[in-house]
């Protein structure tokens, strides 16, 4: 079935440092696929998205490109701060739900 | 305006027991879902609602588990004779029409089971 792999974390970064966080992806036809965040005693929220291959999705300096020659979602931000720490979650839909990698801890030290 | 609201945010029972978990979708949602986190994993499709149906129950686990929702809004999850197993964080979400549409989270109940 559908599946998402995204590396295993934690992550742990300095401030203004460049961030991947590595997603691939198995799933047949095309998903949407999907980076959510859940920062510290909040929700899960939507980060960006990207709907077909070659789209590109951006949001508060996160960017992420739909590589289905590489089946990859890979997150990338230039610059990160103290409050990106969080977890990330890539994702795609299929039918009625959406698939989540297990997720990906990034801490940034000041 | 409000989210997605849980009640209660956290549930400590006692294995065997029955528990029901509440979901408040954003207003005017007709599409509503809902999640299991358990530790260091990513959230698990459960059931998806459209109106007041369940669309797909594909991902309930057994028959112990059940969700409602009788008018098309408010939904709960009902989880008969919990197992220490259950334990974990559920998370409802609901989106305007349909999952091709963007799903918003609520913060999730935590159910632990002693």
């Known amino acids: 079935g559908d599946s998402v792999t995204q590396m295993e974390g934690p992550v742990t970064l300095s401030e203004e440092a460049f961030l991947t966080i590595n997603c691939t992806y198995t799933?047949?036809?095309?998903?949407?696929l999907f980076w959510y965040v859940q920062y510290p005693g909040e929700g899960l929220q939507l980060l960006l998205k990207a709907t077909k291959a070659d789209d590109k999705g951006s949001n508060k300096g996160f960017e992420a490109t739909y590589r289905k020659e590489t089946t990859s979602f890979h997150l990338e931000k230039g610059s990160v701060q103290v409050s990106d720490s969080a977890v990330y979650f890539c994702?795609?839909?299929?039918?009625?739900?959406?698939?989540f990698g297990k997720g990906t801890r990034l801490h940034i030290l000041p | 305006g409000a989210g997605v609201s849980q009640t209660p945010s956290n549930k400590v029972t006692e294995k065997g027991k029955y528990v029901e978990l509440r979901c408040d979708p954003i207003s005017g949602h007709t599409a509503l879902y809902w999640y299991r986190q358990s530790l260091g994993q990513g959230p698990e499709f459960l059931i998806y609602?459209?109106?007041?149906?369940?669309?797909?129950d594909s991902g309930l686990p057994n028959d112990r588990f059940f969700a409602v929702r009788p008018e098309g809004s408010v939904s709960t999850l009902k989880i008969q004779r919990t197992e220490r197993g259950d334990s974990a964080v559920y998370l409802c979400?609901?989106?305007?029409?349909?999952?091709?549409?963007?799903?918003?989270f609520g913060p999730g109940t935590r159910l632990l089971v002693l």
């Open positions: 979400a609901s989106s305007t029409s349909g999952p091709q549409e963007t799903q918003y």
């Open positions: 994702a795609l839909n299929r039918d009625d739900k959406i698939i």
């Open positions: 609602f459209q109106g007041t149906g369940a669309a797909d």
């Open positions: 799933a047949t036809g095309y998903p949407s």
